[in-house]
C-alpha cells in the first residue's frame, strides 16, 4: 500500500516568516493529495488539496506544490500568524481508491 | 461540519468490557471511515466502508468490529476493550475520494 512520510514533526517560527512542511509518497497511482489542519481538541479540518493534473495551489496565505516526478508534495504558510499553530497533516489517495494514507503529523508553533 | 456526529464524545470503561462508538452522518456520503489518533502515530485506519454492507480492513483492525446496516451509520465496537485502545477515535466520511469530513472524535479511555 500507500506510505506517506512527513517532515518535520515539529516546526518553530517567529510570526510573519514563512513555513515549510513537506510529504513523500511511495504509490506513482496516488493522484489527490489533502492537507488537514488540527487545532488541540479539534477535529481535522481540510485547508487544501491539490490534484495530480496540478503542479501549485494557493489559497491566500497558504500554498501547495506538488512534484509528481520526485513524488513529493509540500504545503507552504506565508506570513504566519499565531492562529496557525497546529498540527498539519497531509495525505495522498487515488481517486479511485477507497483510502487516504496520512502522514504523521507536524506540530507547527508560531511564536509571536 | 454538524453534518457528522459522533457519540459518546468521552468514554471511560474497564478492561474486557464491550463498547460501541457511534458515527452519523446526513450528507449520505458513500464513503465512511474509522480512525485512531495516538501521539507519534498521526491518524491510523483502522476500518472503512465504501457504502452500506460494504466494509474493509484499514491499517489496525485488530479487535475491532464494524457494521453499516444504513448508509448514515458507521458504528465501532471494541469487543474487549485493552489498555492499548485508550485513545481518540475519529469517524470521516467522504464523497468518493473527495474531501474526508471527519466527527467531532470520541475520547477513549480503558482501565
Known amino acids: 500500500g500507500e506510505n506517506v512520510e512527513q517532515h518535520p514533526s515539529t516546526l518553530s517560527v517567529q510570526e510573519g516568516d514563512s513555513a515549510v512542511i513537506k510529504c513523500t509518497y511511495s504509490d506513482s497511482a496516488s493522484n489527490y493529495f489533502p492537507w488537514y489542519k488540527q487545532e488541540l481538541g479539534k477535529r481535522p479540518q481540510l485547508i487544501i488539496d491539490i490534484r495530480s493534473n496540478v503542479g501549485e495551489k494557493k489559497d491566500q496565505r497558504i500554498a501547495v506544490t506538488l512534484n509528481k516526478t520526485a513524488k513529493h508534495f509540500s504545503l507552504h504558510i506565508t506570513e504566519t500568524q499565531p492562529e496557525d499553530s497546529a498540527v498539519y497533516f497531509c495525505a495522498a489517495s487515488m481517486v479511485s481508491g477507497n483510502q487516504f494514507y496520512f502522514g504523521t503529523g507536524t506540530s507547527l508553533t508560531v511564536i509571536p | 461540519d454538524a453534518g457528522i456526529t459522533q457519540s459518546p464524545r468521552y468514554k471511560i470503561t474497564e478492561t474486557g468490557r464491550q463498547v460501541t462508538l457511534m458515527c452519523h452522518q446526513t450528507?449520505?456520503?458513500?464513503?465512511m471511515f474509522w480512525y485512531r489518533q495516538d501521539l507519534g502515530h498521526g491518524l491510523r485506519l483502522i476500518y472503512y466502508s465504501a457504502a452500506a454492507d460494504i466494509t474493509d480492513k484499514g491499517e489496525v483492525p485488530d479487535g475491532y468490529v464494524v457494521s453499516r446496516s444504513k448508509t448514515e451509520n458507521f458504528p465501532l465496537t471494541l469487543e474487549s476493550a485493552t489498555r492499548s485502545q485508550t485513545s481518540v477515535y475519529f469517524c470521516a466520511s467522504s464523497e468518493r475520494m473527495n474531501t474526508q469530513y471527519f466527527g467531532p472524535g470520541t475520547r477513549l479511555t480503558v482501565l
Open positions: 450528507w449520505s456520503h458513500s464513503y
